[in-house]
């Protein structure tokens, strides 16, 4: 009996330890400023490849759609939030090579950054840089292969920001 007891104690005070510790899950917390509604724009390329930021916003939306439907707004007129932002930068490096000239691996890396207003303009949460990469292999001899890799990675690539921005929106911190 008295094993029992102090075994429960044990587990009340680890409970009351855990729950403490402010550990939750990701993307858990509620958005900034008591927003409910976000309408989310098309996001600006400021990048050389043509076309992410149809990739990158719709992935964005398929974000907040997958964690919280109900939070998007169906248009800008019925938004407590707009979520626009930038995509600011993809940059591409050799990470892997056989030889000096010759990569077999490359990584490419994405910088976005988002923020979220009220609909009168008024800043409500700025990320800063949200930075992930994602690599992608160099087939020799073959550019479309290649090339068909870095696409590949790029979509990766936007799929992971799109989780880290949701997550970062968030954070409740």
Known sequence: MKRRTLLLTAIVISLVCISGCGYHFSGSGSYPSGVSQIFITLLENRTAETGVESTFTNDLIYEFTR?????????????????????????????????????TE???????????ESPEGRLLWNSGNIVESEAYAVVAGDKMATDRNKSDAIAALSQKLA?????????DF
């Open 67 to 103: 964690n919280r439907k109900e939070s998007l707004a169906r248009d800008r007129s019925s938004a407590d939030g707009i979520l626009s932002g930038t995509i600011a930068g993809l940059s591409v490096a050799n990470i892997t090579r056989t030889s000096v000239s010759t990569a």
């Open 106 to 116: 490359r990584r490419v890396t994405g910088t976005l950054t988002l923020r979220l």
């Open 163 to 171: 989780e880290s921005a949701f997550n970062r929106l968030t954070e």
